[in-house]
C-alpha cells in the first residue's frame, strides 16, 4: 500500500501565506487578556475561603451530557465537606463572569472575537474552574493552537509557550495550588473516595472517573497527580 504524505492543514496555511510562526505566537499572548495580580490575589483569597467554608462553588459537568458529574460532587462533599458544589448551567458562565470582573472587558461590548478559556484545563477541579489565574480571554483567531480539539506540532509549540508565560505571572498562586492539591488529606481521601466507588459502580465506569480524577486533580506543571503513584 502506497505510504500517504502526512499533512497538518495549519502547517500549509502558514507556509502558504508566508506567516512566521514565531511572530504568530507572540501575537497570541500579547494580545491574551489576562486578570491583573492584585484582583487575582483577591479573588483567589475569595475562592478557597468558599471550598473550605461550604460556600457555593461550580465545575464544568463530567461524562456523556454532564451525567456524571454527581461524582465529582460526592467527592468534593467528602474531601471539603463542601455541600454547595453545582455544575455551571453552561459550563463556561461563571469564568466569563469572573474575567469580566476583574478585566472590564465584557465580549462583544468593548472586545470582539475573544473566547472566555481556562489555560491549563482541568476544568472539573473544583479549584480551577474558577481560579482566576486559570481563566483569559483568548483572540479567537488563536483557537487552532489553544482548542481542546486541537492537534499538531503548531498547537504543542504554542500551548507550551502560553502556559509558560502565564505560569511565571501568577507562579505564587500556581505554587500555593500545588500545594493544596497534594495535602495528604486530600490524596488520602481521593484513595478512599475510588475504592468506594468500586464497591458501588461498574467497573469500567470507576476506570473512567479515576483517570478523569488523575488528570483533573493533578498539580500544574506535570500531567498527573501525586496520588497516581497510588491508585
Known amino acids: 500500500m502506497l505510504e500517504l504524505e502526512k499533512k497538518d492543514s495549519y502547517e500549509k496555511f502558514i507556509k502558504k501565506f508566508n506567516i512566521n510562526k514565531e511572530e504568530l505566537y ?6 491574551t487578556i489576562l486578570p491583573p495580580i492584585d484582583s487575582v490575589s483577591e479573588n483567589w483569597k475569595d475562592l478557597k475561603n468558599r471550598i473550605f467554608n461550604d460556600g457555593a462553588v461550580k465545575i464544568r459537568g ?20 463542601n455541600n454547595n458544589v453545582k455544575k455551571d448551567p453552561t459550563n463556561n458562565s461563571e469564568p466569563q463572569k469572573i474575567i469580566s470582573e476583574l478585566t472590564n472587558y465584557i ?6 472575537n475573544y473566547q472566555v478559556s481556562h489555560i491549563f484545563g482541568r476544568t472539573k477541579n473544583i479549584f480551577l474552574f474558577e481560579a482566576p489565574w486559570n481563566i483569559a480571554f483568548v483572540p479567537k483567531v488563536m483557537d487552532p493552537f489553544t482548542g481542546h480539539e486541537s492537534t499538531g506540532v503548531l498547537q504543542k509549540e504554542y500551548k507550551e509557550k502560553f502556559q509558560s508565560h502565564a505560569s ?3 507562579a505564587e498562586f500556581i505554587e500555593e495550588y500545588n500545594y493544596l492539591i497534594t495535602r495528604p488529606d486530600i490524596s488520602e481521601g481521593i484513595l478512599y473516595y475510588i475504592d468506594d466507588l468500586k464497591k458501588q459502580r461498574d467497573v469500567k465506569e470507576v476506570l473512567d472517573f479515576k483517570n478523569s480524577v488523575l488528570a483533573e486533580l493533578s498539580v500544574i506543571g506535570t500531567d498527573t497527580a501525586t496520588i497516581s503513584k497510588k491508585l
Open 107 to 112: 465580549r462583544n461590548e468593548n472586545i470582539f
Open 168 to 170: 511565571k505571572l501568577y
Open 26 to 31: 507572540k501575537f497570541g499572548i500579547d494580545e
Open 62 to 81: 463530567y461524562g456523556r451530557d454532564a451525567k456524571g458529574t454527581s461524582l465529582y460532587i460526592d467527592l468534593y462533599k467528602y474531601l471539603f465537606k
